[in-house]
C-alpha cells in the first residue's frame, strides 16, 4: 500500500501567477518544489495589490502548478479603535533597547512582552490582509496538517498562524531592521514556533539580538533562484523604449526600496558629462515618478523580458537598506552581470563577503560615484565579478541544498507531533 504524503501548509498574504512580491515568489518557488515529496496547499487572501487591499480573486480554490491554492477574504477592522493603555508603545521601547545592546538581555530574562496584548493585537486587526476566515480554517483544520510555513512578519499570517498551532509552525521570516521586527507580539511567535528559517546568517543575528537565546530552533533555509530564458531582446527594447547603455533596477518602486538612488544618479551624470548611462526601473510605480530624461520607468513586464533587460544591462543596483536575502541579487549573479548595492544592508555586506566581492557596495554617495564609474569604464571587472557571482550561487543557493534543508525541517516537525 503506497504510503500517505505528508500534507504541509504555506500562509502567505498573496499568492499567484501575477504576484511578483519578493516573499510571494519565494514561497511560490519553494511550494511548487516541494509538490513531488508532499501534499501543498497555501493559504491565501484574496487580495491582489496590497496597497489598495482589494479583494480582487473569488474566495475558493484553484490550483497552480500543482499547488492547491485556497483563497479568504479579508476583512481588515475599520470602524474599531481601542485606546493605547497608559500611552506605552512597547515596539519604540524594544527598538530603543534594541539600539543600546539591551533587548537580548533583557528577553533572556522575559522572552515575551504581552502586557499591551490588547491593542497590539489590534494593530494586526486593522492591517488590509488581516483575514478572519483564514485564521478559523487554520485552527480548525490543523489536525489535517503536519506542517504550517507561515512567511513574512510585516503582516498578520505570521503571528496568527503560530498563535493557533505553534507545535506545527515552521516560521519563514524574511525579516530586516524594520520596524515589524520589533512588534511585542512576536515575542510570542518566535518563542513558541516550532523552527524558524532565515535567509543569511545577517538575518539570523538580528533576531537572536532581537529575541535573545530564548528564541525557538533556528538555522538558515533560504531559497534558490529561477532564471526564464530571455525574450527577443529587439522586441523587449523597443517596447519599452530601452537606451544602449543602462543600469538597473528592479522591484517595487517605493522610498523605503529606493533609497537616496535618484540624487545619487543625478550626481554622478553631473559629474562624468559625457557617461551615456540611463537609469531604468523595472517594476510596480508606488511613489509618484522623479521625471528625468535619463531615468526610464517600465512597469511590470514579463519574466522572459526582465531575464533580457537583466542580461542587456551594464550594472544592477539594489539600493535598498532592508533585505532578508534579495532575489533578484540571486538572479543578477546567476546571469553573470555586476550588482552595485547598499553597503548600509548588513545582508548585501554578507554578500559581498562570502562572494569573494562578486557585488560591489556603497555606502556614501562618493562611494557610490567613484565605484559605479570603476563599473561603466571597466568590463575587465564586470566580467570577473559575474564569474564570481555565478559561482557564489551556485555553492550556496542551489535548489538541491534549498530543498534538503526545507525537507529536512518539515520531517523533523512532523516526526515530533505524530
Given at each position: 500500500m503506497k504510503e500517505q504524503k505528508r500534507k504541509i501548509a504555506f500562509v502567505i498574504v498573496r499568492y499567484g501567477k501575477d504576484i511578483n512580491g519578493g516573499a510571494e515568489v519565494h514561497c511560490k518557488m519553494l511550494a511548487e518544489r516541494l509538490t513531488e515529496k508532499f501534499q501543498v496547499e497555501v493559504l491565501t487572501t484574496c487580495v491582489k495589490d496590497y496597497k489598495e487591499g482589494?479583494?480582487?480573486?473569488?474566495?475558493?480554490?484553484?490550483?497552480?502548478?500543482?499547488?492547491?491554492?485556497?483563497?479568504?477574504?479579508?476583512?481588515?477592522?475599520?470602524?474599531?479603535?481601542?485606546?493605547?493603555p497608559l500611552g506605552i508603545n512597547l515596539r519604540s521601547i524594544r527598538t530603543s533597547l534594541y539600539k543600546k545592546h539591551l533587548l537580548a538581555p533583557i528577553a533572556n530574562i522575559f522572552p515575551i512582552w504581552n502586557w499591551t496584548k490588547k491593542y497590539n493585537l489590534y494593530s494586526y486587526k486593522k492591517n488590509v490582509f488581516y483575514s478572519p476566515s483564514l485564521f478559523s480554517y487554520i485552527k480548525k483544520h490543523k489536525d489535517e496538517y503536519d506542517v504550517f510555513i507561515p512567511f513574512t512578519i510585516d503582516f498578520p499570517m505570521v503571528y496568527y498562524t503560530v498563535h493557533y498551532v505553534p507545535e506545527k509552525s515552521l516560521v519563514i521570516p524574511t525579516m530586516h531592521y524594520q520596524r515589524a521586527a520589533f512588534h511585542p507580539l512576536l515575542t510570542e511567535t518566535f518563542t513558541k514556533a516550532a523552527y524558524i528559517g532565515f535567509n543569511t546568517q545577517a538575518e539570523e543575528k538580528l533576531a537572536e539580538n532581537i529575541f535573545g537565546k530564548r528564541m525557538s530552533p533556528h538555522g538558515i533555509i533560504s531559497v534558490g533562484t529561477e532564471i526564464v530564458p530571455p525574450a527577443d531582446w529587439e522586441h523587449t527594447s523597443i517596447k519599452y523604449n530601452l537606451p544602449q547603455e543602462y543600469i538597473l533596477y528592479v522591484g517595487r518602486i517605493d522610498k523605503d526600496k529606493l533609497d537616496s538612488i535618484f540624487q545619487y544618479f543625478l550626481a554622478y551624470k553631473n559629474l562624468y558629462k559625457d557617461s551615456q548611462?540611463?537609469?531604468?526601473?523595472?517594476?510596480?510605480?508606488?511613489?509618484?515618478?522623479f521625471k528625468h530624461p535619463d531615468i526610464i520607468y517600465t512597469g511590470f513586464v514579463e519574466e522572459s523580458e526582465k531575464t533580457s533587460i537583466i542580461e542587456h544591462a551594464k550594472i544592477i543596483l539594489n539600493p535598498s537598506r532592508n533585505e532578508s536575502l534579495s532575489l533578484i541579487l540571486l538572479e543578477t549573479l546567476s546571469l553573470k552581470k555586476a550588482m552595485l548595492a547598499n553597503g548600509k544592508c548588513n545582508v548585501m555586506k554578507e554578500h559581498f563577503k562570502k562572494s569573494n566581492h562578486a557585488i560591489q557596495i556603497y555606502h556614501t554617495p562618493k562611494d557610490f560615484i567613484s565605484t559605479l564609474h570603476e563599473l561603466e569604464t571597466s568590463e575587465t571587472l564586470r566580467k570577473e565579478?559575474?564569474?564570481?557571482?555565478?559561482?557564489?550561487?551556485?555553492?550556496?543557493?542551489d535548489w538541491s541544498i534549498i530543498i534538503n534543508r526545507l525537507i529536512t525541517q518539515i520531517e523533523n516537525i512532523s516526526k515530533q507531533n505524530s
Open positions: 482589494t479583494n480582487v480573486y473569488p474566495i475558493g480554490e484553484e490550483k497552480i502548478n500543482g499547488v492547491l491554492v485556497r483563497r479568504f477574504k479579508a476583512s481588515p477592522l475599520s470602524a474599531q479603535t481601542i485606546k493605547k548611462l540611463k537609469l531604468v526601473l523595472v517594476g510596480g510605480l508606488f511613489v509618484p515618478p565579478m559575474g564569474e564570481k557571482g555565478e559561482k557564489y550561487v551556485k555553492e550556496n543557493y
